[in-house]
């Protein structure tokens, strides 16, 4: 494991919230080329942020946030993915396995780091609530290369045009995402 601190180490004070307001942060789409946060969010704006691209549970959230979009889009939200890597990984999701949002990629953690999505420990890779996520996404999804670090924590934040937090959900586990249906949900009310 790597010296970097996850979410439980850090201080909650620390870490921003539903109301505070994200630096703008550089990305990277699956071409190379670079974009901002910034340029991308233009009205409310749900962001899963992945483990990896391949990562099964993760491929799974993303899918069943794409089941929700046409709802979401008639309601104004839109959907903007981010991974850590695996560029190849996201463009087959967009082209080949029907995920209708851009997919981007983050390879120097900025969106991770502002958030505090670091690794989770690695003892909870055995619990029942873990193994119950990895099981789930079985029907939908498969395990693909992985191409960051296994322990990473996955999160899912909602954001306003000014880059504002209007949900944040940091992941404790493997496959750790709220409801899709929920998440769009939550943001449809604000």
Same mark, same amino acid.
């Given at each position: 494991? *790597?010296?970097?601190?996850?979410?439980?180490?850090?201080?909650?004070?620390?870490?921003?919230?539903?109301?505070?307001?994200?630096?703008?942060?550089?990305?990277?789409?699956?071409?190379?080329?670079?974009?901002?946060?910034?340029? $991308?969010?233009?009205?409310?704006?749900?962001?899963?942020?992945?483990?990896?691209?391949?990562?099964?549970?993760?491929?799974?959230?993303?899918?069943?946030?794409?089941?929700?979009?046409?709802?979401?889009?008639?309601?104004?939200?839109?959907?903007?993915?981010?991974? /850590?890597?695996?560029?190849?990984?996201?463009? +087959?999701?967009?082209?080949?396995?029907?995920?209708?949002?851009?997919? $981007?990629?983050?390879?120097?953690?900025?969106?991770?780091?502002?958030?505090?999505?670091?690794?989770?420990? +690695? +003892? /909870?890779?055995?619990?029942?609530? *873990?193994?119950?996520?990895?099981? %789930?996404?079985?029907?939908?999804?498969?395990?693909?290369?992985?191409?960051?670090?296994?322990?990473?924590?996955?999160?899912?934040?909602?954001?306003?045009?000014?880059?504002?937090? *209007? $949900?944040?959900? %940091?992941?404790? *586990?493997?496959?750790?995402?709220?409801?899709?249906?929920?998440?769009?949900?939550?943001?449809?009310?604000?």
């Amino acid at each position: 494991m *790597t010296g970097r601190a996850g979410p439980e180490s850090v201080r909650a004070a620390a870490l921003p919230g539903v109301g505070d307001r994200l630096d703008d942060v550089c990305l990277r789409r699956h071409d190379g080329s670079e974009v901002s946060l910034g340029e $991308l969010v233009d009205g409310p704006t749900i962001v899963p942020i992945v483990r990896y691209y391949g990562c099964m549970p993760c491929r799974d959230f993303l899918l069943a946030l794409e089941e929700q979009r046409a709802l979401a889009e008639s309601r104004g939200i839109s959907f903007i993915g981010v991974g /850590k890597a695996a560029d190849y990984q996201a463009e +087959w999701l967009m082209n080949e396995a029907g995920v209708g949002y851009e997919l $981007l990629v983050d390879p120097d953690e900025n969106l991770y780091r502002a958030l505090g999505l670091g690794h989770f420990p +690695w +003892w /909870k890779m055995l619990a029942p609530t *873990t193994m119950r996520n990895y099981l %789930r996404a079985v029907r939908r999804s498969r395990q693909g290369r992985i191409t960051n670090h296994p322990l990473q924590a996955p999160g899912v934040i909602a954001l306003d045009p000014e880059l504002r937090l *209007t $949900l944040v959900h %940091r992941g404790a *586990t493997l496959g750790d995402y709220p409801p899709a249906g929920q998440v769009v949900q939550s943001v449809s009310s604000l």
